[in-house]
Structures are given as C-alpha cells and as structure tokens.
C-alpha cells in the first residue's frame, strides 16, 4: 500500500510538486497540438506562477495549457490542493462530505462541495465497459422519498467486483430487461429475488430466484442475491451517515464515484487510478 502520508507532507510543503507529479502521468505520451492536431511540434512557450507550463505550436502558432481538457484547467484551486482533496477521499472510509473536506483544506464549504462535484463527474466517464458473466445478481432499490425518489436497478458479478447501477423510471419487464441484454452475457447464471418482470430472462440466461417473502435468502449454496443486497446496504449507510441525503439531480454522480471506489477497492494504489482518470489532457496521444 502507498504511503499516501509521505505525498500529503510533500503536497503541504512544497505545492509546487502537485503540477510535477501531474505532468509525470503525460511524460510517456506523444503530444500533438490541440487546434490543428499536429505531432511533434510543441514547444514551452511559458511557465506562470504556479508552475503550469503553456505551449506553443510551431505548426498553427496557438497557445495552450498543459492542464487544457482537464478539471485543473482555468482553476483558481492550486493543484495541491486538488491532489489532497483526492488521498482525502481515497482513504476515507466510504466517503468524504463537502463539509469535512472544505475544514481539511481550509476552504469554504461551496468551494469543497464543487471540487467533489468536478471530481465525481470526472470519475463516471468510461464505467463499466466490459460485460458481466459467469455468476451475476441483479436487484433494485429506492433512493429518497416522494418527489426525491429513485429507482436504481443494480448488477454485479460474483467475485470479479464488476458492477452496473443504472437509474430506471420503473421495474416493469420491458425496462428491466433491455439493460440485462446490455450488461450481461448471454449464458451467464443470473440470481434474482422472485419479481416476475425477471421471469423473462430465463430465454437468454440460467435464471435461478430465491422467495425473499418467504424468508429464502440462499438456497443451494451460490443461488443468493445477498451480493448487490449488501452493496445496497453499503450506499445507502454511506448516504445517511455520512452525505444526509443526496438531491435526485445529483444521484447519478454519487453512484458513479460509489462504483470506481467498489471496482478498484483492492488496488494497491487507489490514489493513482483515480488520478490517471482525472489527468487525461487532449493533447496527449497514447
């Protein structure tokens, strides 16, 4: 496990070093010009206060930042401040509120909130490419009440910490099923509880239930849905203890960070999966 406290001291003593260890994540990368897409023709053009370089396109002749395309970009929170706020959120325990991070790094409390937000929304891109297989539970859940309300369907393979949540208008058949065809490989052995919308699942997949109304829970061993149960169970303490609630505009948002957090949970460095994810200038060709 990285020793997050020894890049905390150095990000507090010496803010300078947030921009380099940014620019460490590009050093690899071609760079090409973000107006005219030209490769190899960047040259430092300047470097202002803070330490962010600007280019310089010997091609088109236009400038551009090296944080261009990115949540850093035009901000008016030093990048150390934004590397801190991401260990304090990697290390947190579920998650970190707007009101603790903004007495962390001794910013106000709308300023802390939209670094999360930025963060969050950042994080959401690109989730869940691959499809689900093998062993595969599927459930539902409310989120908030009365105008508030959601409905999140949930999907998740067994052992392989690979997860779906998708918000959904209802949990009729012809909604449900349409991102089960999506998500999930055909073949694939799908645990439920006993709703009848799943019936239909039987065609494409080796549907299995278990009758929670009647106290069944598992049967057989491995036919359960006490996975995507307990990942309920996990967002929703996190949600009521931690956030007190969340605004249905914003719900998609905290999901999102909920399922990077889940899917990289036993990464040894959390810390720099998360910053490759929010580190990805335009001009960098892989």
């Not at 970009?73 to 706020?85: D, M, N, T, V």
């Not at 539902?140 to 690979?162: H, P, S, T, Y």
């Not at 089960?180 to 065609?203: N, Q």
């Not at 905290?254 to 001009?283: D, E, G, R, V, W």
Request: aromatic share 10%; with cysteine.
């Amino acid at each position: 496990m990285i020793k997050y406290q020894k890049i905390m001291r150095k990000l507090i003593s010496h803010p300078s070093s947030g921009i380099i260890m940014l620019r460490n994540l590009t050093g690899r990368h071609r760079k090409c010009c973000i107006k005219c897409g030209a490769i190899g023709c960047l040259h430092l053009n300047d470097t202002d206060k803070r330490g962010i370089r600007t280019y310089q396109c010997q091609a088109c002749k236009k400038t551009f930042a090296e944080t261009y395309g990115t949540i850093f970009y035009r901000s008016k929170i030093p990048i150390s401040s934004w590397l801190l706020a991401l260990i304090f959120w990697v290390t947190a325990t579920g998650s970190i509120s707007a009101a603790d991070l903004s007495r962390k790094l001794g910013v106000s409390h709308p300023t802390a909130w939209k670094m999360l937000m930025k963060i969050r929304e950042q994080l959401s891109k690109d989730l869940g490419q691959d499809m689900l297989e093998d062993l595969v539970e599927a459930d539902e859940a409310w989120f908030g009440k009365k105008d508030n309300q959601d409905i999140v369907m949930g999907m998740v393979q067994r052992g392989k910490r690979k997860i779906r949540l998708i918000v959904i208008p209802n949990v009729k058949e012809e909604t449900l099923y349409p991102h089960i065809r999506e998500h999930v490989k055909v073949g694939s052995r799908f645990f439920t509880d006993s709703r009848i919308t799943y019936a239909i699942t039987g065609i494409r997949y080796h549907h299995q239930t278990t009758n929670h109304s009647k106290g069944e829970f598992a049967r057989e061993g491995e036919v359960h849905s006490n996975t995507i149960e307990q990942i309920w169970g996990d967002i929703k303490g996190v949600i009521r203890t931690i956030h007190h609630g969340i605004s249905k505009k914003y719900r998609k948002l905290y999901l999102a960070q909920y399922i990077f957090a889940y899917q990289f949970k036993h990464s040894t460095n959390l810390f720099f999966k998360s910053l490759c994810q929010l580190f990805t200038p335009t001009y960098c060709l892989i």
